[in-house]
Each structure stands twice: as structure tokens, then as C-alpha cells.
């Protein structure tokens, strides 16, 4: 299939030709979903752990006297009952690993480019040579391609004044070719691209 590519004035400037395997392929919404779980299980630190009654520092002395008092027969101030005592059922540290192999996530990064391009909202562009690193600039060019929520993939070592304009919107993500990846794609309504950055990836896939 051929893409169109564009200058930064949104002028059509040629076309060229990728592969159906990867930009126009079956879009599968179940392998979507499993790479997207993946990758924010991945995410999760597993930090989050609370001490269970075995673990908090308490005397193990009877509170009170066994009969007589009126109060329930508590044997040690560890209880979950009482502050400062064993937590029942809190997290222990340990994230249960959800992995999908290379295929399925190869798979997921497919559809997920096929998506965009079905969808209309993917961009190739020439080259990111902006004239200078104001933000102001940068947004003109987006108005032009009437993004409001983008994702542009790009080697940032070549396109410092891109980087430097673009790090204070929101609404937009840089990342090189290398991180492309299913979740950030899904994400941004937009994606762009330029054109050695689809070579690369296409490269990249189609090994």
C-alpha cells in the first residue's frame, strides 16, 4: 500500500510504499488487549506491602484476664483489632506476572498501527526541522494537521528544537523509534510518524 507524506505545512510532498503486512494488516482487538495488560502489569512497582500479625512488633503478653472483665477473650495485642496491629489481607509486594511472548506482542504492535492508518490518524512526515524550539511554533504545525492529542515517533538526537517544543504539551508524547509500543499508540487519538522512523519500524517488524 502507499502512504502519503507531508512537509510541516501539511503540503503533500510524495508517497511511499510499506507493507500491507504491517500498516494494513487484520486488526485483532483481543491480542490489543492482552499486550495493553501486559505492559501496564509491567508497570506496576509491586512496592506496596503491608505486615501481617506475624510480622508487627507486640508483646505476646494475655491483654487481660481470661474471665470477669466483660471484654472478649483477646489473647495478644497483635490482633487486627487493635492499632498498630497486623494488617488482614493487605498487599504483600508480589505482582502476579501477566507476559505475552514475542509473537503475540509483535501481533498487538501490527494491529495497532493498522488501526491508525484504518482509522485515518496516521501521519508521515517528511522532516522535523523546525525553524526554532518555541512551543508556539510546534503548535501551529499540530493546527495545521488538526491534532489535538498526538503521539510523534522520531529519533530525538536529530530533532532537538522538536523535543524542546513539544516537552510542555499535555496532550502530546515524543518517544524514539526503538519505544514504539502498543499502549501509547492506543492512547493518542493521532499518531506521527516520519518517514525513516516507518522505515525503521517496518524493519524492525518485519523480521
Given at each position: 500500500?502507499?502512504?502519503?507524506?507531508?512537509?510541516?505545512?501539511?503540503?503533500?510532498?510524495?508517497?511511499?510504499?510499506?507493507?500491507?503486512?504491517?500498516?494494513?494488516?487484520?486488526?485483532?482487538?483481543?491480542?490489543?488487549?492482552?499486550?495493553?495488560?501486559?505492559?501496564?502489569?509491567?508497570?506496576?512497582?509491586?512496592?506496596?506491602?503491608?505486615?501481617?500479625?506475624?510480622?508487627?512488633?507486640a508483646s505476646s503478653r494475655k491483654i487481660y484476664k481470661q474471665k470477669g472483665t466483660g471484654n472478649a477473650?483477646?489473647?495478644a495485642k497483635d490482633s487486627p483489632l487493635f492499632p498498630k496491629g497486623g494488617v488482614v489481607w493487605g498487599p504483600r509486594g508480589v505482582i502476579s506476572a501477566y507476559k505475552v511472548n514475542k509473537k503475540v506482542m509483535r501481533g498487538g504492535l501490527i494491529s495497532a498501527l493498522s488501526l491508525k492508518v484504518k482509522e485515518?490518524?496516521?501521519?508521515?512526515?517528511?522532516?522535523?526541522?523546525?525553524?526554532?524550539?518555541?512551543?508556539?511554533?510546534?503548535?501551529?504545525?499540530?493546527?495545521?494537521?488538526?491534532?489535538?492529542?498526538?503521539?510523534?515517533?522520531?529519533?530525538?538526537?536529530?530533532?532537538?528544537?522538536?523535543?524542546?517544543a513539544s516537552r510542555n504539551l499535555k496532550d502530546m508524547k515524543l518517544i524514539k523509534t526503538g519505544g514504539v509500543n502498543v499502549f501509547d499508540i492506543l492512547k493518542y487519538k493521532t499518531l506521527l510518524l516520519s518517514e525513516e522512523s516507518v522505515r525503521k519500524i517496518e524493519q524492525r517488524l518485519s523480521k
Open positions: 500500500m502507499k502512504i502519503d507524506v507531508y512537509d510541516l505545512n501539511f503540503n503533500k510532498v510524495r508517497e511511499i510504499e510499506v507493507s500491507d503486512n504491517i500498516f494494513a494488516a487484520e486488526v485483532k482487538e483481543h491480542i490489543l488487549h492482552d499486550v495493553v495488560k501486559a505492559q501496564l502489569r509491567l508497570r506496576r512497582s509491586g512496592t506496596a506491602k503491608t505486615r501481617n500479625r506475624s510480622e508487627v512488633s477473650r483477646h489473647g485515518q490518524r496516521f501521519f508521515v512526515v517528511d522532516s522535523w526541522s523546525l525553524k526554532s524550539f518555541k512551543t508556539k511554533e510546534f503548535k501551529s504545525v499540530l493546527t495545521r494537521f488538526q491534532i489535538e492529542k498526538g503521539l510523534i515517533v522520531d529519533d530525538c538526537e536529530t530533532t532537538e528544537n522538536l523535543y524542546l
